[in-house]
């Protein structure tokens, strides 16, 4: 018998709890995992697609903790260090040279006794004693923080830590949809879900109770009865004639028409809704009813919600007579959907961009911007995106709180009445509670440039949506009989994040860039643009560095890495496209493989029988 | 229904399942209750069977349409031990490796075991999938044919194995259909 040796023994030994350890480890940290029984539990009883949503909630929860904690280390930190002198450091005040004195001023009103519903006013719309606190841009008009051994430059980490959360919400997204993406790629197929797949992995072995079977069997049969009938109408509209054709796309420009006329509508309402709002908030408390302050505060989110609850009706609708097939219809319905509720914030912002930069008199010159009507504007248009978020909120709560129980209650007591037997239960959609959050999330992003402390606030607002929509999801809906797939919603929400992600970039680029930063407040007084702290470290740097840096900013760098970047990606392109080729002729190879196959073994049967009747 | 005798599982025996199987350790202890819960009184747990009734009506397989196939495919002699429990939840547990689960999800959907899934094992599993009583024949031969026009690369009318591999590794939700992680705990 042979024995092991001693060095053999010990190495298997040593692998052998080194992978206990591993799956020890592995399993602290699916305990750490945030809300796991819930989830489960949703995915036992609701199926796949809706568990993928609260998984995404529980994503962009996260995602919201991390670009809080790089705000809280970079900008935060410091301030609190110095403010409660924990360590020994002092802020450093630059006084503003070349501008001004009168760019400088900044009425702060701070009144002895606040009445509570001023008090509350005040908290729903930022204004009064949450104006000069760490919620708003405007706090921080710190130029520096000076420690022992160096000097903590606040606006460049203000800058930097803007580009970083952003860079990280763009890498975090695209990692976790790489994985869609990917299944995308491999798919050769036009359509979009193959049939392979709805057969094989049409059932989902973690069903445990009876109900959500016979749902589940009654959703496959949905789905590949819809799949069959979209195939049939792909082939209709494959042999159509030549006037019909010309008839349906003159019919869908028309309808396009009357999409785009119904968007721009919205944004002019929501334009002039912003306009009459700002130009109205300066009026005295006292002179107006509780309700008609409020109302004023608050009316470009109204008229967002509004506009967003009306139009994908309108598009449904409309989509109808555009005769598409039915999952066609269905993804470009929720696009325009998409599109609508991210730019409505953008249609808001911009507005917001132009009150601030048009000015009737001599101040614009003199300080860039409408000194008069918005001394510290970025504190300003913090306050909007706080009412935003703040309302969007309140909206989700009311709404759960006032429709859906009320639903619940009158469908399980009242099902006598015809009229509540045919409303019926509620459903949960799926792609409506997705715009709603992504529409929050975008909200943040843009917002905390202009409020730091706004991501805090998000993760809070979608904790408290997690435990809302789950109670509303287990008391009042019943599950759909039309079921998205997780593997297609994993890839859509990510998807109508990232469009989130990108219109949130634009206008924070262009009030960076383009819009002279307050000189009253906040961390950019002694620059023009708040981007103009880059050149200005830049210029500090030792030469040779400086050089390095012009240099690869210059056009003698960038059109040429352009060209090549082009070069690349035209390569990986044909390298695709000859990759497509060759699977072809291999599935062509393996049909020949098998004739052959099939060939020789008659060939084979053919030469036994006569063998055997030679025999005979 | 009779307990076995309650014998708690042998650190040594934890540790073996632990590193044969997928399945981690509160998994492995958790079918271990179920599986005492169910076997016949007087037993000892390593030696005692279970028919396939009796695993059919466990939580996990008691409204899965494929039940029989699953429990002709793991038991052996039609009659589970407690390792071919263990084994089942293994290829079904989480951790377990594509290859595995495609390997068991063949000879599962392979109805008629003749090693390949033909028309007839597909028409089988899609009546076993809708469960209806009024199925219209042009509905299944057209879903059979599509089923057939994506994934029989070699034109022969049924998939081999290495087919239905092929295409189940295109496909996106398989891993995470072809799991079951309760057991009854």
């Known amino acids: 018998m042979k024995y092991l040796s001693e060095w053999d023994q010990w190495k298997r030994y040593s692998s052998k709890s080194w992978k206990r350890f591993i799956e020890k480890a592995r399993e602290m940290t699916t305990h750490l995992e945030l809300w796991r029984e819930d989830i489960r539990s949703i995915e036992g009883k609701f199926g796949t697609g809706i568990q993928s949503y609260f998984s995404f909630l529980r994503f962009l929860v996260l995602l919201n903790l991390v670009i809080f904690l790089i705000i809280f280390m970079v900008i935060l930190l410091p301030v609190l260090l110095t403010r409660y002198k924990i360590t020994n450091s002092s802020f450093i005040l630059i006084p503003s040279q070349d501008v001004d004195i009168q760019c400088t001023v900044y009425p702060i009103s701070s009144s002895g006794l606040i009445y509570f519903y001023s008090y509350v006013i005040d908290l729903l719309s930022g204004t009064g004693f949450l104006e000069d606190t760490y919620l708003f841009y405007g706090h921080y008009t710190i130029d520096g923080v000076k420690f022992q051994n160096f000097t903590y430059d606040l606006p460049l980490a203000y800058l930097l830590s803007t580009i970083a959360y952003l860079a990280l919400s763009l890498v975090w997204i695209v990692k976790r949809s790489v994985e869609g993406f990917k299944i995308n790629l491999i798919r050769s197929e036009e359509h979009f879900q193959s049939y392979c797949n709805k057969v094989f992995a049409g059932w989902d072995f973690c069903i445990t109770n009876r109900s959500m079977a016979d749902l589940k069997h009654s959703s496959l049969r949905y789905e590949l009865r819809a799949d069959l009938e979209e195939e049939r109408i792909r082939q209709k509209i494959a042999e ?69 609850f009306i139009t994908p009706i309108i598009f449904a609708k409309i989509i109808h007579y555009e005769d598409y097939s039915p999952g066609f219809e269905i993804r470009l319905t929720i696009l325009r959907c998409v599109f609508m509720r991210l730019a409505t914030i953008c249609v808001l912002v911009f507005t917001l961009g132009s009150k601030i930069t048009s000015c009737d008199n001599y101040l614009c010159e003199l300080c860039g911007y409408n000194q008069k009507l918005y001394p510290c504007w970025e504190t300003q248009v913090g306050q ?215 060939y020789l073994i008659q060939k084979l049967t053919e030469a036994q029988r006569d063998l055997r009747n030679r025999l005979d | 229904m009779g307990q076995c005798l309650r014998y708690q599982m042998h650190w040594e025996d934890l540790e073996e399942y632990q590193a044969l199987t997928f399945l981690t350790r509160n998994e492995i202890l958790c079918i271990h209750d179920s599986f005492l819960k169910l076997c016949p009184p007087g037993k000892y747990y390593k030696e005692a069977t279970l028919t396939v009734d009796q695993v059919s009506s466990l939580p996990a397989l008691r409204v899965n349409p494929f039940r029989d196939r699953i429990c002709r495919v793991f038991s052996h002699n039609n009659v589970f031990s407690f390792e071919d429990v263990l084994g089942m939840a293994s290829v079904f547990s989480e951790q377990a490796c594509p290859s595995l689960k495609i390997e068991y999800a063949f000879r599962i959907y392979d109805f008629n075991e003749n090693g390949f899934i033909d028309e007839e094992d597909l028409q089988r599993i899609i009546l076993r999938l809708l469960n209806s009583d009024d199925m219209s024949e042009d509905l299944l031969t057209d879903l059979t044919s599509h089923v057939l026009n994506e994934s029989d690369l070699d034109n022969d009318n049924m998939l081999s194995f290495s087919e239905f591999e092929h295409a189940m590794a295109k496909s996106p939700d398989f891993m995470n259909s072809f799991r079951i992680h309760f057991w009854g705990c």
């Open chain 1, 240 to 308: 159509r004639t030549s006037e019909e054709t010309i008839r349906i796309y003159s019919l869908r420009l028309f309808l396009n028409c009357i999409v785009l006329a119904v968007l721009a509508a919205c944004f002019y309402a929501i334009y002039k809704a912003t306009i009459f709002s700002q130009e109205h908030m300066k009026k005295e408390i006292d002179k107006m009813v509780f309700g008609e302050n409020l109302l004023i505060l608050y009316l470009p989110s109204i008229v967002i919600t509004l506009a967003n």
């Open chain 1, 384 to 598: 909007e995106m706080y009412k935003l978020m703040i309302f969007d909120l309140i909206i989700i709560l009311a709404v759960t709180l006032f429709v859906d129980f009320p639903r619940k209650i009158l469908v399980t007591y009242c099902s006598s009445w015809k009229l509540f037997q045919c409303w019926g239960e509620q459903e949960f959609a799926i792609p409506d509670n997705v715009l709603g959050i992504v529409y929050g999330q975008t909200i943040c992003w843009i917002g905390a440039f202009f409020s730091p402390l706004l991501p805090a606030i998000a993760t809070l607002k979608f904790i408290i949506i997690f435990y809302v929509k789950e109670i509303s999801l287990l008391y009042t809906c019943r599950p759909s009989p039309r079921q998205f797939r997780a593997s297609n919603s994993n890839f859509f929400f990510l998807l109508v994040l990232l469009i989130g992600l990108c219109l949130a970039i634009i206008p924070l680029t262009i009030s960076m860039a383009r819009i002279p930063s307050s000189k009253a407040c906040g961390p950019f007084t002694n620059f023009n643009t708040t981007w103009e702290v880059v050149p200005k470290t830049v210029s500090t740097f030792p030469n040779s560095l400086q050089t390095l840096v012009y240099g690869i900013t210059s056009e003698a760098f960038a059109v040429p890495f352009f060209m090549i970047i082009c070069l690349i990606m035209f390569y990986f392109i044909a390298l695709a496209g000859a990759h497509k080729r060759v699977v072809v002729q291999l599935r062509e190879q393996l049909n020949l493989e098998s004739r052959d196959k099939r």
